[in-house]
Each structure stands twice: as C-alpha cells, then as structure tokens.
C-alpha cells in the first residue's frame, strides 16, 4: 500500500512537473513513521529487542531474565516486527516467531 501510494506520484509527473518529488517524501515519510512506531514497543519493554534466540535459547538452558516470557513482551515484539516489515526494514521473522512461541509456551 505504501509502495502503491508513492508510485501514483510517479506516475502524475511529466518532464515540466516536479511531482515525483511528493512520491518520494511520502514513501520516505511513511517509511520513517513506521520506523519510529517499531521502536515505541522495543523502548517499552527492551527485552523484546533484537531477534530473540538468544532469549529463547538462554530460558531453554534454565536462565532466568526478567519480564523475558511475559505476554506484553511477546506482544511489544509483534507490534515491532510488524512496523519494522512494514517500514521496508530488515528483520527476520523466525527468531521473534521463536521468541513468541516461547513467551506464549510458558504461560
């Protein structure tokens, strides 16, 4: 949808129209709303940073860490790969699936 939106500028511009520069501002625009939206639920609970197969494998091996397994860590970690997906950034999906597997497994 964000790309679809951007490429309707494009579209519109001609060689005495300057419209693609609106294309562009509102693909860079939306892409760093979701960017800041992926980071509010990281700098909520922290432990829900990074892949989270280190979280996992540590809990595994009887380590504890504080609030790691909880529901709203797992969910802080939904939200955040969803944005960060959506805001064309890189991020795997299979350590934090590991990560909610495993916060949703021990409760």
């Known amino acids: 949808m964000k790309l679809d939106a951007s490429l309707e500028w494009f579209e519109r511009a001609d060689e005495n129209d300057n419209y693609w520069y609106y294309g562009l501002a509102e693909y860079v625009g939306l892409s760093s709303l979701l960017a800041i939206m992926a980071f509010l639920p990281v700098a909520l609970k922290p432990v829900s940073g990074g892949s989270g197969i280190a979280e996992a494998k540590a809990t595994l091996n009887g380590i504890i860490i ?19 997906v959506a805001a064309s950034l890189p991020a795997g999906l299979e350590g934090p699936m590991i990560f909610m597997g495993l916060a949703v497994g021990e409760k």
């Open 66 to 84: 504080p609030n790691c397994t909880a529901l709203s860590t797992a969910f802080c970690k939904a939200i955040s790969v969803v944005c960060s």
